[in-house]
């Protein structure tokens, strides 16, 4: 029996500031056939969840007005939201540290790669097939 | 109106823009994007980029006077500034915008001066070149899928 799970849409959370930076991601994941939603910062995408939104996978941009990409990394966690794919973007290699250290599960430098965004998705949607 | 050679003008004329240093791979990443869907993406990323980056720009001439030796401030700014230019593949800026946050991690606000200068004219001349670029495009008509200059 096919899982109901199989073949449903991914849900991205785009924590990102820059209105360019952000278009492009949406972009990629439109093209990747993803459901996405932009949080302009922190803490826009802590609210999210406690709103009770899900997401399949988080990309979070690092340095950001009101709250930072690890400091919503390290709340988000702290919900309990601890299957969520978080991915860690920024520019600055120092920013792999911070968002390890915040729990993230992987860091990628900016500007994404698509063929990255795509493999990091097809890993998503396989962990989803396989929890139903 | 000879098509085939205005899309000639314009493979060429982003050739130079890579040769001359101008954009970077990235640039491609954003072109390829483009589909039947979204045919003027890249245009409407790289003029969204020209709308913020004037605004940053604006930002960091005002945080330059109004906060002098004000460093991490100035430094705060340029990293946004420097990570729009990564985004589309401004390579040139980019280098600028680099060289003015070495400058502010030296403390030497002459030299965060001087490279503001760059920044704000390699600004003006990549934008006058993409505006040519893509006024060409626009002339050429609708093409197939991206060509990425041979380097």
């Known amino acids: 029996m096919a899982s109901k799970n199989q073949g449903s849409t991914p849900r991205a959370l785009v924590i990102e500031d820059i209105k360019v930076d952000s278009v492009i991601i949406l972009r990629m ?10 949080a302009r910062n922190g803490k826009e995408a802590v609210d999210l969840f406690l709103k009770g939104k899900t997401f399949d996978i988080v990309l979070s941009d690092q340095d950001m007005p009101i709250m930072t990409g690890p400091e919503a990394v390290v709340k988000i966690r702290a919900m309990g939201a601890t299957q969520v794919k978080i991915v860690g973007v920024s520019a600055d290699f120092g920013g792999m540290e911070a968002f390890m250290q915040a729990g993230a599960d992987v860091f990628v430098p900016k500007p994404i790669k698509f063929e990255t965004l795509e493999s990091m998705l097809q890993e998503v949607i396989q962990k989803k097939n396989m929890h139903g | 109106m000879d098509y085939s050679n205005l899309r000639r003008q314009a493979a060429s004329m982003k050739k130079s823009l890579f ?11 954003v072109e390829d994007l483009q589909d039947e869907a979204s045919p003027n993406f890249a245009e409407e990323v790289v ?8 605004r940053l720009i604006s930002n960091i001439e005002q945080a330059l006077e109004k906060y002098p030796k004000d460093f991490n401030k100035w430094d705060a700014y340029m990293q946004q500034l420097k990570g729009s230019c990564s985004s589309i593949g401004a390579s040139r800026m980019k280098i600028e915008c680099m060289s003015f946050r070495d400058y502010c991690g030296q403390g030497n606000a002459e030299g965060c001066m001087k490279s503001f200068q760059k920044v704000k004219r390699e600004h003006g001349v990549l934008r006058q070149k993409l505006e040519a670029y893509f006024q060409l495009l626009r002339q050429a008509g609708p093409t197939g899928a991206a060509t990425r200059p041979s380097m």
Do not use: I, P
């Open chain 1, 29 to 38: 994941l439109e093209k990747l056939n993803c459901e996405a939603t932009v």
């Open chain 2, 19 to 29: 040769d001359q240093g101008y954009l970077d791979e990235q640039f491609c990443q």
């Open chain 2, 47 to 54: 003029t969204l980029f020209f709308k913020d980056s004037a």
